[in-house]
């Protein structure tokens, strides 16, 4: 299923002059002021416009998550996978309360809990620290698996993970387990932007459907379609969404 795209809104501004205080919540206008208060060499730009829009739809109209609920047993969980170039993550995160704003320009600095790569222990609201590519689907699946073997039925488990990284044999791993085992409690979020070095005959979804997964490609910017496939029925089975980026954007 493909969608046609709708581009959101993404006027909005803010400096650190202007920047709210703690723990204040933002709409989708103000993410780009907020990623605009983190600089430096190592930001990986590009990798993380790439992941904007998927993150705000997840965290504004998804996921059962919130800073009251951080430890709830019954929460959603929402691994990155795609761990560098975190500023989207980080704005999102500041943006839904679960961190404060004024930590935004400090990314990065020594003394910072907002690194180049997610640390679970260090930031608020994050499930697993990222760093080497490939981890963040295999750590989905065992995670899914846990919350089966604790009858915990209610708990989503989503992962966003990047084209080229599903280079990773780990990823391949856990996508032919996921598939026979039925974890229909589990997502997967694939942003393509062409940057893998490896073609997939097919395309990147027919790599989940070989495996038993249900599918979805969709405008990786356009929310209500992004909606639509994180929404989509898909029982007995893991899903996986294919958000497409052009590779200018991310």
Do not use: C
């Not at 202007?18 to 907020?34: E, F, K, Q, S, V």
């Not at 800073?67 to 795609?82: G, V």
């Not at 990284?165 to 391949?172: V, Y």
């Amino acid at each position: 299923m493909t969608a046609t795209a709708t581009h959101a809104d993404t006027s909005g501004t803010l400096d650190s002059h202007d920047a709210p205080d703690r723990y204040d919540t933002h709409g989708y206008a103000a993410l780009p002021g907020l990623m605009g208060l983190m600089t430096g060499d190592e930001k990986h730009g590009p990798a993380a416009t790439s992941t904007l829009d998927v993150l705000w739809v997840l965290y504004d109209r998804v996921l059962r998550v919130g800073p009251d609920r951080m430890t709830d047993p019954e929460r959603d969980r929402f691994l990155l996978s795609k761990g560098h170039g975190p500023m989207a993550y980080y704005a999102v995160l500041a943006a839904k309360g679960f961190l404060p704003v004024d930590w935004l320009p400090g990314f990065g600095s020594y003394d910072s809990p907002l690194g180049h790569h997610p640390d679970r222990v260090l930031v608020p609201g994050a499930e697993i620290g990222s760093g080497s590519l490939g981890h963040g689907l295999p750590i989905a699946v065992g995670t899914a698996l846990g919350l089966r073997a604790q009858r915990l039925d209610g708990p989503a488990v989503w992962v966003l993970v990047g084209d080229a990284e599903l280079d990773e044999g780990s990823n391949h791993e856990a996508i032919a387990f996921a598939g026979p085992a039925g974890l229909e409690r589990l997502h997967t979020v694939v942003i393509d932007n062409s940057s893998a070095s490896h073609a997939r005959p097919g395309g990147i979804a027919a790599r989940f459907e070989a495996a038993g997964w249900s599918t979805t490609t969709v405008d990786g910017r356009d929310h209500e379609a992004l909606y639509t496939a994180f929404t989509t029925p898909h029982p007995g089975r893991p899903h996986a969404v294919v958000a497409q980026v052009e590779p200018k954007s991310g």
